[in-house]
């Protein structure tokens, strides 16, 4: 452990060396390891232990097969299945690699270094027997390698030469072998990291940055980040011309204008790049880059993020003008996309330390990151805000999404922001019971607190001997103006406010020494970003949820189903939901405090309907495995009447089409297009007036589920002043009609049913639509099959 510590401390002086301790002239906070932080009962530390033993539980040798395959060696045992063979193999081991490097820096756990070590000696192997410094699992890899390394690139949103997002899965494996050295101070790691960064830069050494930038159309993760972590720990200039090369424009350049172009992006696919720009600004000492991510930021935060700290709809950012979608789909925010916000809520807090960003960080570590594991063990891909839906949970030796692998990192980096340091000073920014031993300082404190469930934290100090620093408390903006209070050894004392939202007492401290934080707490209400009648009730930053038990869930823990993450199961009517009333400025009076030890409201005073007047609302992170509401629709009482009557007209229609959906694709959308086994050839996806769609000049195809052979007809959704477009639609390559599309229906979205033929119905049935010669397909927006 000494050994590793020793190593530790080299690393951060590198990575810290590189910013020169300043970010544009400003001295910038620094991180401790989470090495010297341990977290203490809790929540917290309930999930860590969970997520270890998860961890333990998976088998190395399955998690390593495509990378031994891939290069000519003999796997040890059969892959894991799910994404893990089904296109995205090997993807679950680059971030196996990063969770095991944050497990063993939070615990010192030597069972978990010692998996380290196994998976960094395999692959190792992998990486010698490829020859030059290749390490992957992507199937078939090497040859599209090959076809991109000679200029010969089809490239779109989530294919790379008939490959799924090849480059966002080697980021994996990337990231795993930085987290490995940096994190868990690994040094094999570092060498195999820059062997394969080197293979990367051979790669595109004859591509124009224009191809390169071709290549980025398709998902490719935080490579630039990457790569800009390895000029740090190199000093070489390559690294980081690589990192610009691999940073994409299309994103960039509107940011760099404080433009908002984000509408309909498949938003995880942006996050990380913004993480990249925001990492190379700091060591290219680039501010405009920096601007670029903290706009991003802000507009995400600002306009586009729901009460939980979540961000999204079926993984695409909807309008920030409407979030209608959000409250009627079963695909709301998704876990990867706030793993990677509060990534890069860490980066700019360092920069610019302001409880702004605190503020966010916490409201999404407790709501969306802590409720996203379950006690026994599984992750949740979609958090639905609709009312009255539910979560589906991994099976944690089955399912191997994208959310699995970000989840297995989330719980074991919960001490990664607890706290922070300036020099001498020591920045308490998150109240969770946890050590800190600051050894090079001579500095231990102790964090006591059962927040959020006591309005209070107590820190107790441990000094080698007497010393003068200041602590800075942070004030989160939940605590109202002067409330917070604060006492030293029993005596109230005077905090010197500060201008980025912390309090500070500078003064010689003692072993002993004890401060005591009140943090009173009050309910509040937050409606949705774009205004809309929809509100969610918080206690301080805990969001408040109620249980709902009147359906069943049918699919909690996830099957291996390319579509198992989400909970499938009925939709509660939204003309059914709770409504709460009331005058707006005054409604969170009406949510009344129950159970002080467990943060039990009653919703009797705000709720309408009088079946309802008995729900409780409860801490949303401590709901598992329930159908619940987090956002109420609303109605002020004066528009009661007219609201319900509403509701229930605009939902009675939808419920009708879902009743009748068998199964349904969103072409032009990644992961809908991906569970339906996507192909095709000379075709392009895009969006208009918000709307995803699929289009093209040869063909594409969808593979749908027809459960019960109850699907008979096909329903799809055109725009209505589209026309000179013919094609033909195939049933398992039977030609069921022959589409001509005159522009006769206006400037609507329309839908068009197709009946195919009882002799074509099977379980499994491939839809593909075919341009006629000298024509095109149509933007197609929806694919349905209906009963």
């Given amino acids: 452990m000494k050994k590793f510590l020793k190593m530790k401390k080299i690393i951060t002086a590198v990575l810290l060396s590189a910013l020169c301790g300043t970010v544009f002239g400003q001295t910038v906070l620094q991180p401790f390891s989470l090495t010297e932080v341990r977290l203490l009962d809790g929540p917290f530390k309930q999930a860590q232990e969970t997520d270890k033993k998860y961890m333990l539980s998976l088998d190395a040798d399955r998690l390593l097969a495509p990378y031994l395959r891939e290069a000519g060696l003999k796997p040890k045992a059969e892959s894991y299945g799910n994404w893990e063979n089904t296109g995205l193999d090997g993807h679950i081991g680059g971030h196996y690699l990063s969770a095991l490097s944050l497990m063993y820096a939070a615990t010192g756990d030597a069972k978990v270094k010692e998996r380290i070590d196994y998976m960094i000696t395999e692959l190792d192997k992998c990486q010698h027997q490829n020859g030059d410094g290749y390490l992957a699992g992507i199937p078939g890899g090497k040859e599209i390698w090959k076809e991109i390394k000679a200029g010969n690139i089809r490239s779109s949103s989530f294919s790379l030469n008939g490959k799924w997002v090849p480059l966002y899965n080697i980021h994996k494996i990337y990231a795993g072998l930085y987290d490995a050295y940096a994190v868990a101070g690994n040094a094999k790691a570092k060498q195999m990291l820059i062997k394969l960064t080197d293979w990367c830069v051979d790669l595109v050494s004859n591509l124009s940055d224009q191809q390169v930038q071709e290549l980025l159309k398709s998902e490719h993760g935080g490579l630039n980040e990457v790569f800009a972590h390895v000029y740090a720990i190199t000093g070489d200039k390559k690294y980081l011309q690589l990192a610009k090369r691999f940073s994409d424009q299309s994103l960039l350049n509107p940011l760099l204008k404080n433009t908002d172009a984000l509408n309909g992006l498949h938003a995880n696919t942006q996050i990380p790049k913004v993480i990249g720009f925001e990492q190379i ?54 876990t990867c996309n706030s793993y990677n916000m509060l990534k890069l809520t860490k980066q700019l807090f360092l920069a610019d330390p302001s409880n702004t960003y605190l503020d966010y960080y916490e409201r999404t570590l407790y709501n969306h990151i802590l409720s996203s594991q379950r006690a026994e063990g599984g992750f949740v891909y979609f958090t639905p805000m609709r009312p009255g839906h539910y979560r589906t949970y991994s099976n944690p030796q089955e399912s191997f999404w994208c959310c699995v692998g970000s989840g297995l990192e989330n719980h074991g980096k919960y001490g990664e922001l607890i706290y922070a340091h300036r020099a001498n000073d020591v920045f308490v920014n998150l109240f969770i019971p946890s050590t800190l031993n600051w050894k090079e300082k001579g500095i231990q404190l102790t964090q006591q607190t059962l927040f959020p469930d006591a309005e209070k934290t107590t820190i107790k100090l441990q000094l080698k001997q007497n010393q003068r620093f200041a602590l800075h408390f942070r004030q989160p903006s939940w605590v109202g103006q002067g409330k917070l209070v604060v006492m030293v050894n029993g005596k109230k ?31 509040s209400t937050e409606f949705m970003p774009d205004g809309s009648d929809w509100v969610a009730f918080l206690r301080g930053p805990i969001v408040l949820a109620a249980e709902m038990d009147t359906l069943n869930q049918p ?27 009331g005058p707006k400025n005054t409604l969170a009076n009406e949510i009344t405090l129950t159970d002080k030890k467990t943060l039990t409201f009653s919703a009797r005073n705000a709720v309408y309907q009088p079946r309802y007047k008995s729900l409780k609302l409860v801490p949303f992170y401590t709901l598992a495995e329930k159908r619940y509401v987090v956002y109420f629709p609303y109605s002020s009482e004066q ?48 969006t208009y007036q918000e709307r995803h769609f699929r289009n093209g000049k040869a063909w594409f195809s969808y593979m749908l589920k027809n459960k019960d052979l109850s699907g008979n007809k096909l329903s799809l959704t055109y725009f209505g002043k589209e026309k000179d477009k013919r094609f033909a639609i195939l049933i398992n390559g039977v030609k069921i ?51």
Avoid: C
């Fill in 737 to 787: 009609e022959n589409v001509k599309l005159d522009g006769s229906k206006g400037t609507v979205f329309y839908t068009q049913q197709y009946q195919i033929p009882k002799a074509l119905l099977k379980a499994d049935l491939e839809v593909k639509f075919v341009a006629d010669q000298g024509s095109a397909i149509a933007n197609i927006y929806e694919v349905r099959l209906v009963k």
């Fill in 639 to 686: 528009a009661l009447p007219e609201r319900a009557k509403a509701i229930k007209l605009a939902e009675e229609e939808k419920m009708k089409i879902e009743q009748q959906t068998v199964d349904l694709v969103n072409p032009g959308e990644q992961q809908p297009e991906s569970d339906h086994n996507f192909k095709g050839e000379q075709t392009d996806n895009g």
């Fill in 493 to 523: 004392v005077m905090a010197k406010s500060e201008a980025n939202g912390y309090a500070s007492i500078d003064r010689t401290w003692s072993t002993g020494d004890v401060v005591d934080l009140a943090l009173p707490m009050h309910t």
């Fill in 281 to 334: 600004a700091l060591l290219d000492k680039n501010p405009a880059w920096a601007d670029a991510a903290a706009f991003f930021w802000k507009t995400v935060v600002d306009h586009r993020t729901v009460a939980i700290g979540g961000n999204s709809v079926r993984e695409h950012f909807h309008p920030a003008n409407d979030f209608s979608s959000m409250t009627e789909s079963r695909e709301g925010p998704e």
């Fill in 555 to 581: 699919n909690l823990t996830a099957d291996g189903s390319r579509m198992g993450h989400i909970a499938s199961g009925a939709l509660l009517p939204i003309s059914d939901a709770p409504l709460v009333t």
